[in-house]
C-alpha cells in the first residue's frame, strides 16, 4: 500500500501563484507514475499533472499547460505542483496520485482545496 498526504492549499487571489507538496509513504518503490487531479464542484474528477519516477516523462491536461510546473524528489519521494496565472477555474479539490505504471492513478491522498477567489 502507498499513503500520500497533500499539503500546500489555500485561498489566493486571481492571478496569483501557489504550489502543492505531496509525500508518499508505504510500498514507494513500487509507484512509477506519481500526480495531481482535482474535482471542482459539480465536475467530474480530472487528472491535472502526471509524473514519472524513473525518466523524464510528464503529461500535462490542456488547460494548464504554461501554467502549471510539476516536480518530483525521488528521495524525499515528494511530488510538487507549481501553479501560476491561477483562475477561479482553477478552484477545486487537489488529489496527489500514485500509479504502478505511466499515467495511472492507483493510490489516492485525502485532497487539499484550492481556492482562487477575490
Known amino acids: 500500500q502507498v499513503q500520500l498526504v497533500e499539503s500546500g492549499g489555500g485561498l489566493v487571489q486571481p492571478g496569483g501563484s501557489l504550489t502543492l507538496s505531496c509525500v508518499g509513504s508505504?510500498?514507494?518503490?513500487?509507484?512509477?507514475?506519481m500526480g495531481w487531479s482535482r474535482q471542482a464542484p459539480g465536475k467530474q474528477r480530472e487528472p491535472v499533472a502526471l509524473?514519472?519516477?524513473?525518466?523524464?516523462?510528464?503529461h500535462y491536461v490542456d488547460s494548464v499547460k504554461g501554467r502549471f510546473t510539476i516536480t518530483r524528489d525521488n528521495a524525499k519521494n515528494t511530488v510538487y505542483l507549481q501553479m501560476t496565472n491561477l483562475t477561479a477555474e482553477d478552484t477545486a479539490v487537489y488529489y496527489c496520485?500514485?500509479?504502478?505504471?505511466?499515467?495511472?492513478?492507483?493510490?489516492w491522498g485525502h485532497g487539499t482545496q484550492v481556492t482562487v477567489s477575490s
Open positions: 496520485t500514485a500509479g504502478r505504471a505511466w499515467l495511472r492513478r492507483d493510490y
Open positions: 508505504g510500498s514507494m518503490f513500487s509507484v512509477n507514475t
Open positions: 509524473i514519472s519516477r524513473i525518466d523524464l516523462r510528464k
